[in-house]
Every structure is written in structure tokens, then in C-alpha cells.
């Protein structure tokens, strides 16, 4: 199981971002796929979790209604749409793994994960 997440970048306060979390090894299509996000002092924090293509996505508070996550299984990416960006959403981005089966129970908790990619940095700054 491989993850890379990419799409970070600088953006001013009100921007908007699309990150990409492309999969390799393994069937996406029977996997759920978590964004969480990490900046210096923090804990790891859930953002956002997509399962199957028949689940509703979960979003944390913080960036519900300004995140969005989708998914292209037959292209193996899952997308995190990033809209209206503030300077508290500065930090690096990962995307992280675990099969369906598991269904949605603790989505937000980084040790519900068993793959993570790289990370990928996100700067909101004017």
C-alpha cells in the first residue's frame, strides 16, 4: 500500500487549493481514504474521510462546508478540494488508509490508519 499526496502550495487567506492522494498497490475501491493534517506543536488532526463510492463523507467542524473529498477509483486518486482558505489552515497535509471494511468508526483518529503518505505542505499566508 503507497500513498502520495500532492498539491500543496502558497495561498493567500480566501484561496483555494485541491490536493491529490494518488494509491498504488493495492485496490483503492475496497479502501477508505482519511485527510488529516499536522502543524508544528499539534496534534495530528482528522479533516475529512471518504469510504466506498455508496458512503457519506465525514468532515471535521473545523473545515466542514469549505472542504470537499471525492474520489476516482478507476484513476486510484481521492481529492481533498480546499475552498476559502484561512491562516489557521497552514500545516502539512497527509492522506491516510484503511480497507471498508472497518466501516466509518473512528475516521478521525490517526491510529485507525494502516498507510500514510508523504505529506504535503499547505501556506496560508497573504
Known amino acids: 500500500v503507497q500513498l502520495q499526496a500532492s498539491g500543496g502550495g502558497l495561498v493567500q487567506p480566501g484561496g483555494s487549493l485541491r490536493l491529490s492522494c494518488e494509491a498504488s498497490?493495492?485496490?483503492?475501491?475496497?479502501?477508505?481514504i482519511g485527510w488529516f493534517r499536522q502543524s508544528p506543536g499539534n496534534e495530528r488532526e482528522g479533516l475529512s474521510y471518504?469510504?466506498?463510492?455508496?458512503?457519506?463523507?465525514h468532515y471535521a467542524d473545523s473545515v466542514k462546508a469549505r472542504f470537499t473529498v471525492s474520489r476516482d477509483d478507476v484513476k486510484k486518486i481521492v481529492y481533498l478540494q480546499m475552498n476559502d482558505l484561512k491562516s489557521e489552515d497552514t500545516a502539512t497535509y497527509y492522506c491516510?488508509?484503511?480497507?471498508?471494511?472497518?466501516?466509518?468508526?473512528?475516521?478521525?483518529?490517526?491510529?485507525?490508519?494502516?498507510?500514510w503518505g508523504q505529506g504535503t505542505q499547505v501556506t496560508v499566508s497573504s
Open positions: 491516510a488508509a484503511r480497507h471498508t471494511m472497518w466501516g466509518d468508526r473512528g475516521w478521525d483518529k490517526s491510529y485507525a490508519y494502516d498507510a
Open positions: 498497490g493495492f485496490n483503492l475501491a475496497v479502501y477508505a
Open positions: 471518504i469510504g466506498n463510492s455508496e458512503t457519506t463523507p
